[in-house]
């Protein structure tokens, strides 16, 4: 469903509907379970911190797809009869929307928390390229770019 808000800038949206698209899925993902960190990572990239305590490695599912990082997680059934829980262990399903240049480097799940480093990578066409010029301007921009 698109938003009223966004039909003002219909006309300047050219290439831009994904854009769009993305803005509007974000504005609807208001799960706050289970709960996650973000932070800017010792390499420039970004770590995405999921507490997951109570869950196995064989129950979490982690995958990317059209920019959208996914986890799953499901449980057994537990028969116990609680007193007090306070643990929640339900079955969730959260995503993620990533930027078109954003890839995951690593997966980790270790002591309930799972950690999924992500990193910038641009594309050829976006990286910085020197086209002209000669002399000591063209040695110092070459320098600049490695």
């Known amino acids: 469903m698109r938003r009223p808000y966004w039909e003002t800038y219909s006309p300047f949206q050219l290439g831009f509907d994904e854009t769009f698209n993305r803005l509007e899925r974000l504005a609807e993902a208001g799960q706050n379970y289970p709960p996650y960190n973000v932070f800017h990572g010792e390499d420039g990239g970004t770590v995405l911190e999921i507490a997951l305590a109570g869950f196995s490695r064989e129950d979490i599912e982690v ?40 890839e995951v480097k690593s997966v980790d799940y270790k002591d309930g928390l799972l950690t999924v480093s992500l990193t ?27």
């Open 63 to 102: 995958t990317t797809e059209q920019n959208i990082l996914t986890v799953k997680a499901s449980t057994d059934t537990d028969d116990r009869k609680y007193t007090h829980k306070g643990i929640a262990t339900r079955s969730f399903d959260r995503s993620w929307q990533l930027g078109d240049s954003i």
């Open 120 to 146: 910038k990578v641009l594309p050829e066409n976006q990286q910085k390229k020197f086209w002209f010029g000669t002399g000591a301007a063209r040695e110092k921009l070459e320098a600049q770019v490695s």
